[in-house]
């Protein structure tokens, strides 16, 4: 319970500095509450922090050194204290990584006035160069927004000195931001949409639960373009009439910009947003008038599960299943996970929405431990796509293509209609696998286990593990022959390529994530292609979730069995769900849509799962055999990755962990490995994997810390434990 403390007793404060535990201080003049923010010094430096509690007085009172100030914000909740504590002990994250998630907001510790911000002018620079072009090429790009100084200047990659050079000549516009403006308000009273039957069932049950004031999740299962999105808007206003926020998740960036006009035309105005594509003075204000209640309705990305909510009532994780609510990197995290914890904390209630569920979230509504609802058909005249294979076994496709006769002739039918095709391949860049055909050598990155991919647009080759690009080399690296490196299979860029040759007089757009410099120009590239920019859309697993293309009603997907070949506890699942997403593109409006699935394996029961359309089929075949299995959701699992740059290094680490796992046998888990890692080598670094199986019930979290903290690491080693882990690789 909060709690406050008296002027110049000892109190406990977390700071967001990697010491895993909180230090003492002394409240300051006035008193403080618990959870107020906070700076404090440490060592020479003063750092921010959250009041977090009593002291553990293990230091008289008089050496304590004092609170040096409160931040003008309100204290952070109970429950956001809670949940940031259980968040970390669940994902086995220090505190203070954990607390540095609900602190990202920039100049938390400055006054608003004081912060000077950069935007559009009209002079013209005095003298043009390439660096003083680029500036103004990146505000034009976003016109309205301010920037803060070395923000403009990584964006346009230039010294600040270069921003500041344009002041003087007008060009750029030098101002101190005016303190944080409120959020326009938004009217849950507005009518929304005249809803059919089936959406007002389910929008009354989720109102009904908002309204309740109790934790709760709720599975919300509906096939695309059943109105998922208008029934949440009808628990968001739930929440907002009841004075409650309300926080939206997306999977992706470029899809807030359908999502904010939806929100405008139901509520009347816009809600706050929170992504990486938002300015830091929108993201400061974001985070405060959180802070205050005052923003009642957030639409974001993963991370603002961590913003300062006040009195949250609800959150939608809109296309649930999506892998990307997976935090990969620094704090490991399930978005989805958290959404849950984090709602029964505030005692909010938790929407997941989409139209293939994940195996976790239908497992827990058979459990019921999620109430479910189901959308069962499309909006109004919309049918679903008919979904049908093309065995490439009888298909002739000449070598170096990929396009059958049969998906070529549907595409033309649709040119001829004036109606939009997809082609989807889930690989990035052009090609795979570049080849020397005069050594047989594949090109591959210098520092990790992978091959490098041509990037034929950007004329270099990229790695997809650690980033690193090269440019395309004139001479084999491995035999200095010239003129012999070869493309060996598609990627879109090369997809993109057979589409211009085989139609040269159609509009092809691209999309795939590598190929947009920013959020923003995804964005206005998903807007053109809505309003019919294109004829031919070639795309990865980028268009697969859910943007809204109306005149879309062809769906060819390349590759069919291009996930079911690893050996990944979820391949099925995850084809599963992205053949029945991207096939969901065609025919929204009014007009039907076909799906075509080019694979040499029509038979595989995954592939014939897909085509019958039979969701809860596959799903109940799936869980017995996950059952069978003893693996997630029936089970418990963790992997633990141990890297160094010298490899035996790493084994020893990871043989050290598998002969000692005393308090892992406690609780009935059970380890495997060592082995190398599939991706052996990141950034020079060899990797050796653990897998770690559990009961449902085991508490495993405690006995991996215990099973851990008995191995002492050599310094130059790394050690991360992925609870529920998504990727093996
Ligand atoms: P989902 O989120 O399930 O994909 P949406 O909520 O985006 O579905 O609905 C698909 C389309 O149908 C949208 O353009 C939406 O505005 C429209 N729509 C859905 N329900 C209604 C309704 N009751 N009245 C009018 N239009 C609707
Ligand atoms: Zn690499």
């Keep these: ?432 696998v570049t080849l020397c055909r005069a050594c047989g050598q594949q090109v591959a990155c210098h520092q990790c286990d992978a091959r490098m991919v041509e990037h034929r647009f950007q004329k270099r080759l990229m790695c997809h593990q650690c980033g690193e690009t090269a440019p395309m080399p004139p001479a084999c690296p491995s035999c200095g022959v010239e003129g012999k490196l070869a493309a060996v299979g598609p990627g879109v860029e090369r997809m993109a390529e057979e589409v211009a040759t085989l139609f040269p007089e159609a509009r092809v757009a691209i999309l795939s994530s590598d190929l947009f410099g920013s959020a923003r120009s995804l964005k206005a590239k998903v807007e053109e292609i809505a309003q019919g920019g294109a004829d031919i859309i070639v795309g990865t697993q980028l268009v697969a979730k859910g943007h809204n293309f109306p005149k879309l009603t062809l769906v060819g997907v390349i590759d069919a069995d291009l996930g079911l070949q690893g050996s990944d506890l979820r391949a099925a699942e995850r084809t599963f769900q992205l053949m029945r997403q991207v096939s969901g593109r065609a025919g929204r409006a009014d007009k039907p849509g076909v799906a075509l699935l080019q694979t040499y394996q029509p038979e595989h029961p995954v592939i014939r799962a897909i085509l019958s359309g039979d969701e809860e089929a596959f799903l109940r075949e799936e869980a017995d055999q996950r059952r069978a299995a003893g693996v997630p959701p029936y089970g418990r699992m963790a992997g633990i990755v141990i890297s160094d740059p010298d490899g035996a290094v790493a084994f020893d680490v990871g043989n050290a962990l598998a002969r000692n796992t005393q308090p892992l046998d406690q609780v009935g888990a059970e380890v495997f490995g060592p082995a190398p890692a599939p991706i052996a080598r990141i950034r020079g670094r060899h990797r050796v994997r653990l897998l770690v199986k559990a009961p449902r019930q085991a508490p495993i979290q405690p006995a991996l810390a215990e099973w851990v903290a008995r191995i002492t690491l050599p310094r130059s080693t790394r050690l991360s434990i992925d609870i529920d882990p998504q990727s093996f690789l």
């Design 1 to 432: 319970m909060s709690h406050f403390h008296a002027p110049g007793t000892p109190v406990a404060v977390l700071t967001t500095q990697p010491l895993d535990r909180a230090l003492d201080y002394r409240a300051p003049a006035g008193g403080i509450e618990d959870g107020a923010y906070v700076e404090v010094p440490l060592g020479p430096r003063k750092v921010l922090g959250v009041v977090w509690g009593k002291a553990a007085g293990d230091w008289p009172v008089e050496k304590l050194r004092p609170i040096l100030r409160i931040l003008p914000v309100p204290p952070m909740s109970d429950a956001f204290r809670d949940f940031t504590e259980r968040a970390a002990a669940y994902t086995l994250t220090s505190l203070s990584a954990m607390l540095r998630l609900g602190l990202r907001a920039p100049g938390l510790g400055e006054a608003p006035g004081k912060r000077r911000v950069y935007a559009l002018g009209t002079g013209e620079p005095d003298r043009a160069t390439e660096a003083r072009t680029r500036v103004i090429a990146a505000l034009r790009e976003r016109p309205g927004d301010v920037f803060a100084l070395s923000e403009l200047a990584d964006m346009a990659s230039v010294s600040t000195g270069v921003v500041k050079g344009l002041v003087k000549s007008g060009a750029v516009l030098e101002q101190d931001t005016p303190r944080d403006a409120d959020y326009p308000t938004l009217d849950p009273d507005r009518a929304g949409k005249a809803l059919a039957e089936d959406q007002m069932v389910a929008a009354s049950a989720l109102r009904a639960s908002v309204r309740s004031d109790t934790y709760g999740t709720t599975l919300l299962k509906g096939v695309t373009g059943s109105g998922k999105t208008e029934v949440y808007l009808e628990a968001v206003a739930e929440a907002l009439a009841g004075g409650l926020q309300a926080l939206v998740l997306l999977p992706e960036i470029a899809l807030t910009g359908e999502f904010l006009h939806r929100v405008e035309a139901r509520f009347g105005a816009r809600p706050a947003e929170w992504h990486s594509g938002v300015t830091q003075a929108e993201r400061r204000r974001c985070w405060s008038k959180v802070a205050t209640g005052q923003a009642r309705l957030v639409v974001g990305a993963r991370s603002s599960l961590f913003l300062p909510f006040q009195n949250l009532g609800l959150i939608v994780v809109d296309e649930e299943h999506d892998t990307s609510y997976k935090q990969e990197d620094g704090v490991l995290y399930s978005a989805r996970d958290m959404a849950v914890l984090r709602a029964s904390c505030e005692a909010a209630q938790v929407v997941l929405a989409t139209a293939t569920p994940s195996l976790e979230s239908w497992a827990n509504a058979e459990l019921g431990k999620y109430k479910r609802l189901d959308l069962t058909s499309r909006f109004g005249e919309a049918v679903l796509p008919k979904l049908s294979t093309i065995d490439m076994r009888d298909e002739k496709v000449p070598g170096g293509r990929w396009i059958s006769p049969t998906l070529k002739q549907a595409i033309e039918a649709r040119i001829i209609a004036g109606e939009q095709s997809l082609i989807f391949l889930n690989r990035r860049g052009y090609a795979p």
